[in-house]
Structure formats: structure tokens, C-alpha cells
T-cell receptor, first 115, second 110 residues
Framework: EAQVTQNPRYLITVTGKKLTVTCSQN?????MSWYRQDPGLGLRQIYY???????DKGDVPEGYKVSRKEKRNFPLILESPSPNQTSLYFC??????????????FGPGTRLTVT | GESVGLHLPTLSVQEGDNSIINCAYSNSASDYFIWYKQESGKGPQFIID?????DKRQGQRVTVLLNKTVKHLSLQIAATQPGDSAVYFC?????????FGRGTSLIVHP
């Protein structure tokens, strides 16, 4: 089954404790991205990646890191989480045909709470 | 399920009616526009997209209309079904960083 998986689905942590949210896709997509979704706001892009070892900042990259060492995986790293990073996070992926194929496949989401 | 927003605009329709969901976008330079559906507790699901050189595109039971003059996008769902109940939001952009609207909650009454 074609899918994007994220782990963990729920995470409660404390300020300053480094954490990683994993994202994996099995569709051989070149493009992967991370978003956060907050009440009253639309989805906002954190980082995206066009292919292995190619990453770039989205709209709200501060406080986050990513890496793309393999095509299928795109982990999101919070080196020192803060309460304002409490949010619902989504990973997404798609093909690139000249430009990004806008039919992005989203993961199920990770609910992060930072106390 | 996960809450995707507070006090979203809501559209209530009867099963079998046609639904029209609207979106105002902000960037007149946008060259692509997308509609997504998000059910409670799930990630967004792509519905349909349209490029800036088009003003209408049809899919299965859905039609997207684009009016660049007033920066307005709409999604029409024909013969709305209970399974269509979800939050719908549009996205627009140029390049690889889309901007997303806040969304509209569609409630379909049997």
C-alpha cells in the first residue's frame, strides 16, 4: 500500500529535550516536506527536500532541522523544543515532473506537546 | 479525532445537494492552486489542482473554478454525500512553498 508513515503519532516532552519525528514514504517520491498545523492558522511549511541531500527552508524553519540521507526518509529534528512548537505536524511527499507534482501524499500526523 | 482549527467557516448541506466552497487567495503571482480534504484525525488528502492558465477544471464529482481577477477559487462538489463531511482548504503558490488557507468545514446531513 502506497503511504507516508510518521512516528510517533503522539508525543509529550519537556522544553529542551531533543526529539526526532520520523517520516518515511514507499512511493519513491523525490519531493518531501514537513508542515505544522495550528488552530486558526493554515498549514505552514517548515522544510522541504527535492531529493537526497537537497533540503531548503519553508515558511517557518526556525527551531527545526531536517536531513535527507535516503530518498524514502525525511526526519524532523527539534534540537531544543519549546512550548511554541506544540503543534500537529504532517509530513508529505510527491513526485517531481519538471516542477513539483501537486498531488502530495500526507502522513497521518504527529501531535507534539512541549511543556 | 484531531481538531484542525477553531471557529472555521461552516457549510451545512443536505445529502444530494451540490456544495460550493470558496477560497480567497493573496498572491496574485501564484501559478498553481490546490484543494485538499481533511477528515478528522487524518492528514490532508489531495482533491484537485488547477494552474493559473486555466479557469476551470473538472474531476470526479468536483469542479474547481479560478477567477484571477478577484483572486478567488471555488470547489464545487456535486451530489454531496455524508462521506464528503470534512474540512476543505485551498493552497496556492509559486515555486515549492505553498500557502494554505484556513479551511471550511463541510457538514453533510443525511
Amino acid at each position: 500500500e502506497a503511504q507516508v508513515t510518521q512516528n510517533p503519532r503522539y508525543l509529550i516532552t519537556v522544553t529542551g529535550k531533543k526529539l526526532t519525528v520520523t517520516c518515511s514514504q514507499n512511493m519513491n517520491h523525490e519531493y518531501m516536506s514537513w508542515y505544522r498545523q495550528d488552530p486558526g492558522l493554515g498549514l505552514r511549511q517548515i522544510y522541504y527536500s527535492m531529493n537526497v541531500e537537497v533540503t531548503d527552508k519553508g515558511d517557518v524553519p526556525e527551531g527545526y532541522k531536517v536531513s535527507r540521507k535516503e530518498k524514502r526518509n525525511f526526519p524532523l529534528i527539534l534540537e531544543s523544543p519549546s512550548p511554541n512548537q506544540t503543534s500537529l505536524y504532517f509530513c508529505a511527499s510527491s513526485f517531481i515532473h519538471g516542477t513539483v507534482d501537486y498531488e502530495q501524499y500526507f502522513g497521518p500526523g504527529t501531535r507534539l506537546t512541549v511543556t | 479525532g484531531e481538531s484542525v482549527g477553531l471557529h472555521l467557516p461552516t457549510l451545512s448541506v443536505q445529502e444530494g445537494d451540490n456544495s460550493i466552497i470558496n477560497c480567497a487567495y493573496s498572491n496574485s503571482a501564484s501559478d498553481y492552486f490546490i484543494w485538499y480534504k481533511q477528515e478528522s484525525g487524518k492528514g490532508p488528502q489531495f482533491i484537485i489542482d488547477i494552474r493559473s492558465n486555466m479557469d476551470k477544471r473538472q474531476g470526479q464529482r468536483v469542479t474547481v473554478l479560478l477567477n484571477k481577477t478577484v483572486k478567488h477559487l471555488s470547489l464545487q462538489i456535486a451530489a454531496t454525500q455524508p462521506g464528503d463531511s470534512a474540512v476543505y482548504f485551498c493552497a496556492w503558490g509559486v515555486g515549492y512553498i505553498p500557502t494554505f488557507g484556513r479551511g471550511t468545514s463541510l457538514i453533510v446531513h443525511p
